[in-house]
T-cell receptor, first 115, second 115 residues
Framework: DAGVTQSPTHLIKTRGQQVTLRCSPK?????VSWYQQALGQGPQFIFQ???????QRGNFPDRFSGHQFPNYSSELNVNALLLGDSALYLC??????????????FGNGTRLTVT | AQSVTQPDIHITVSEGASLELRCNYS??????LFWYVQSPGQGLQLLLK??????LVQGIKGFEAEFKRSQSSFNLRKPSVHWSDAAEYFC?????????????FGQGTELSVKP
């Protein structure tokens, strides 16, 4: 049973560029959440997708956008990259949008470096 | 707004010694509380969670945590630490939006284990 998979594992971009990160949820999970983890910090919630719609959003600018596909996989897009966007981006999937009873399963993340 | 504080950024314990990692939260009602562990280069793994009921909860890998409402704390404990427990530990609280997936994380506590 594959867990949450993310690609790529590492990425280096230049300021002003755009980036797309990808996530495949754990088998059977239909809800995907994205988190940003800066160095030395805890993860911060970016947004959550369910039924191909953004359901919740954290305190992130519109440069951060996402998408969920019919097979429940998801993408995170970041436009006009800033140096401060350098971080580990974590994808988490779960089974139940409306409850914490279904625990979040995290992928190993994508390490984004902006130069 | 909900918040989580982990007062200890880094803790070192000897192998076989007991461990307690501190977590304080700010939340108006009964919180959903979690402890996650992150090994280098890995995603987050759920150790245990508290929603209601018995204030002492057992988790995986021999960890337990105690919810103390009067102290707004949810400290993680282990009676005997193993070298493999060296990792980053995060306390998190559900944000109370009645939608799972959005967690507020503390800054993390890095645990080192001396042989």
């Amino acid at each position: 049973d594959a867990g949450v998979t993310q690609s790529p594992t590492h990425l280096i971009k230049t300021r002003g560029q755009q980036v797309t990160l990808r996530c495949s949820p754990k088998s059977g999970h239909d809800t995907v959440s994205w988190y940003q983890q800066a160095l030395g910090q805890g993860p911060q919630f970016i947004f959550q997708y369910y039924e191909e719609e953004e359901r919740q959003r954290g305190n992130f600018p519109d440069r951060f956008s996402g998408h969920q596909f019919p097979n429940y996989s998801s993408e995170l897009n970041v436009n006009a990259l800033l140096l401060g966007d350098s971080a580990l981006y974590l994808c988490a999937s779960s089974l139940d949008l409306l409850s914490y009873n279904s625990p979040l399963h995290f992928g190993n993340g994508t390490r984004l470096t902006v130069t | 707004a909900q918040s989580v504080t982990q007062p200890d950024i880094h803790i070192t314990v000897s192998e076989g010694a007991s461990l307690e990692l501190r977590c304080n939260y700010s939340y108006g009602a009964t919180p959903y509380l979690f402890w996650y562990v992150q090994s280098p280069g890995q995603g987050l793994q759920l150790l245990l969670k508290y929603f209601s009921g018995d204030t002492l909860v057992q988790g995986i890998k021999g960890f337990e945590a105690e919810f103390k409402r009067s102290q707004s704390s949810f400290n993680l404990r282990k009676p005997s630490v193993h070298w493999s427990d060296a990792a980053e530990y995060f306390c998190a609280v559900g944000d109370g939006s009645n939608q799972g997936g959005k967690l507020i994380f503390g800054q993390g506590t890095e645990l080192s284990v001396k042989p």
